[in-house]
């Protein structure tokens, strides 16, 4: 008899053909799939003729399907959960079911595959070593400005989703935000017929797609370029440092008081030697 488990099961974005050989088997194996939408998931299985039953986990039963969920696995059954696309978790519903099936002490296991934000990420040209997933903006513009002035300053590439019915909104408030040259990718309908891939300035993007209806039509992931690195100056002192070296210099001589100044703070005793000078 199977171990029971609870699989993560990563769904296409948008083209079937990205369901992985391992996934189709597993859902065709397990005794139960939970789905964030029963006829969304009921298309999928029936495009790959997939049998198990299905149960629907949305973030108003979370709660409940949990302990469904768990008595079926005390039942030695296995259940796959999936998303409507993606993969589950990312900006979906599961969390709550995840924690409290692994608190049951039962194993969850995850089946990798597509997400939207990662393979937008793959092909944006921007830099990939670094980045901050932020999923769905808050739908409140004075929220959504709070939420970009937070990120102002990270230097990572940023990475949203939007929707259809926002996404003019959003760009309008991160140029307002973020200012209008900075460069950002927006990734539109991912894996589908009309993948669309657009790079420049916030503000090039902006008017783009104001000049073309059927460009705000469809599912997005904006990536922003982070913000340039601050390079520290070289001249600067700290306050900390020249409190240091002022309470130094009420008892020694400056060259004195600027070494162990620099011994204590690790600025470089010419630059509090200048300091001193400069203002004595």
């Known amino acids: 008899m199977a171990e029971p488990v609870l699989y993560v099961i990563a769904t296409p974005i948008g083209n079937l053909g990205d369901l992985s050989a391992r996934a189709v088997s597993l859902l065709g194996e397990v005794d139960l799939i939970a789905a964030e939408d029963t006829r969304h998931t009921g298309r999928l299985l029936a495009y790959f003729n997939i049998k198990s039953t299905l149960i629907s986990v949305h973030d108003h039963n979370e709660v409940a399907r949990a302990e469904m969920i768990i008595d079926q696995l005390s039942q030695g059954k296995r ?20 924690r409290r ?8 296991s995850p ?5 939207a934000f990662v393979a937008a990420l793959s092909a944006a040209g921007l830099p990939s070593d670094r980045f901050m997933f932020i999923g ?3 739908a409140r513009r004075q929220a959504r400005l709070k939420s970009l002035e937070e990120l102002v300053g990270q230097s990572c590439t940023l990475v949203f989703y939007e929707s259809t019915h926002r996404i003019l909104d959003s760009l309008q408030d991160m140029i307002e935000v973020f200012g209008p040259a900075r460069e950002a ?13 657009r790079q420049g300035a916030l503000a090039e993007l902006l ?15 904006v990536l922003v370029r982070g913000a340039e690195p601050v390079v520290p100056d070289d001249k600067s002192v700290d306050p900390r440092s020249e409190a240091v070296l002022r309470l130094l210099a009420d008892e020694l001589p400056p060259k004195k008081a600027a070494a162990l100044a620099a011994q204590i703070t690790g600025v470089h005793k010419k630059r509090l030697y200048e300091l001193l000078l400069q203002r004595s």
């Open 136 to 138: 769905f903006l808050p």
């Open 185 to 197: 990718v927006v990734a539109r309908e991912l894996t589908k017929t009309f993948e669309t891939f």
């Open 101 to 108: 099936v692994r608190e049951a002490g039962y194993q969850v």
């Open 111 to 115: 089946v990798p595959g597509c997400c």
């Open 207 to 221: 008017a783009w797609m104001q000049a073309d209806s059927n460009q705000q039509k469809g599912e997005f992931v």
């Open 79 to 98: 259940v796959a959960l999936v998303s409507d696309a993606g993969t589950p978790l990312i900006s979906d519903p599961g969390y709550a079911l995840v």
